[in-house]
């Protein structure tokens, strides 16, 4: 049995009054005399009476009416209790075709994207891809005169007119945001339905302000660069990023671009729900920044957190609030280059007690190969390796070093950035 689909709840009549037409097959229905149903009708038109409209999803029916008779449905012997036994019974049938259809016509109205992408970025835009049905890889030629500057080619141009595009960046050097600026300022202008940026890592946040006279904040910058893409036939481009640095660099971008910050992480809660240990583990924050970018998010775990203080010319790492002992510690921050800091928290942690100390950034830098500072603790060793050092395919060189090198483990942001392509 199956419903048609439900119109959009902006369309419902104020009555929440809806004409269903059921087909069903002689056995999917009873076919005693005193059934609601006859067992040799094909068909019946009946009217509904909604009591909830819940995202397309749910329907709560308060009455099923008969319209071929004008009735409500009841037992041709007029007994109570078997008359709200087959009312019951219709409704819920009624519930689960009109949930099943509704749930298949939101897959089937999903936004289509076409998708671009840079080189770096190729490993994460196949993993989006197969995420999605409704997102098609395009591709575009990177190629260099012989000067070394960009020759870039984007094939079929014509064929995106009127779709929604999106552009997967990696700005992981000058050379290459240079080569990724031009494509990204000329796709909107190929008369698309709308334009999306995901930038998962915004390369320039930790130079978000100036100290002394003289200092360049780089962030603004870049915050300025791209606020200057052209608007899209659909309006304003819409920027998606992860974790940026300072909460305070979302008022960076004009109105020309509308950023949409998410996070990485529910990828790290997922992960520490399958640990053997998922009841024994306490959130670290290395400092008072991580704490209030990311304890909302943690809360339910118990915390401890950290802070570096100044001991004549040195700056020491303490522990600020918590208790670490006995615990599986996370140290939870939204990135990492060198690692001097986790380092130096993970030491101190240790000290205190801590069973076991695992780590997670969003974005895993790493310039020099500077993860090779961190060593995997098969057990018993965590003032000197880590148990598990989680990061995102955010940065992707990172990810082609690290990869199958414990302690590290890359959660990937395909899933999410799949779901913002559709906002």
């Not at 897959?107 to 289509?112: D, E, I, L, M, S």
Request: net charge neutral; with cysteine.
């Amino acid at each position: 049995m199956a419903a048609p689909p439900p119109p959009p709840s902006s369309s419902l009549p104020s009555t929440k009054s809806l004409k269903l037409r059921l087909f069903h097959s002689p056995l999917s229905l009873p076919s005693n005399n005193n059934s609601a149903f006859c067992s040799n009708s094909r068909h019946l038109t009946l009217r509904c009476e909604i009591k909830s409209f819940d995202s397309h999803r749910n329907w709560t029916i308060e009455r099923v009416s008969d319209m071929s008779n004008k009735d409500s449905i009841h037992n041709t012997n007029n007994n109570n209790n078997s008359s709200s036994s087959s009312s019951s019974s219709s409704s819920s049938l009624l519930s689960a075709s009109a949930a099943s259809s509704a749930s298949g016509l939101q897959t089937k109205n999903a936004k289509k994207v076409v998708l671009f992408y840079c080189p770096e970025t190729k490993a994460l835009a196949d993993k989006i891809a197969a995420d999605s049905d409704a997102i098609e890889l395009r591709s575009i030629s990177w190629g260099k005169f012989p000067d070394g500057f960009p020759n870039i080619f984007i094939p079929n141009a014509q064929g995106i007119r009127g779709q929604h595009v999106a552009f997967l960046a990696s700005f992981s050097s000058p050379a290459v945001i240079f080569e990724q600026i031009p494509v990204i300022y000329a796709l909107p202008k190929l008369f698309v339905a709308s334009f999306t940026l995901v930038l998962p890592f915004f390369p320039t946040g930790t130079s978000e302000r100036m100290e002394d006279e003289g200092d360049i904040a780089t962030a603004f910058t870049l915050a300025r660069l791209l606020s200057n893409i052209p608007i899209s036939r659909g309006g304003p481009t819409s920027l998606v990023t992860f974790d940026i640095h300072a909460l305070q660099e979302r008022f960076y971008f004009g109105d020309n671009i509308l950023p949409c910050f998410e996070s990485g992480i529910p990828l790290l809660k997922r992960r520490l729900q399958d640990l053997p240990d998922s009841n024994n583990i306490s959130i670290a924050f290395p400092d008072d920044g991580a704490w209030k970018r990311f304890h909302k998010q943690l809360q339910h775990f118990p915390t401890v957190v950290c802070a570096k203080v100044r001991e004549g010319d040195q700056r020491i790492v303490r522990i600020k609030e918590g208790d670490p002992k006995g615990r599986h510690i996370v140290i939870v921050d939204d990135l990492v280059q060198s690692g001097g800091t986790l380092i130096e928290c993970q030491k101190v942690l240790a000290a205190h007690g801590a069973a076991k100390i695992s780590a997670y950034v969003t974005h895993g830098i790493f310039p020099n190969k500077s993860w090779e500072r961190f060593g995997h603790d098969d057990g018993g060793h965590p003032e000197t390796a880590f148990t598990y050092f989680w990061i995102t395919d955010s940065c992707p060189l990172t990810v082609k070093e690290v990869l199958n090198r414990p302690p590290f483990e890359v959660l990937s942001l395909a899933s999410s950035i799949s779901a913002s392509l559709q906002i």
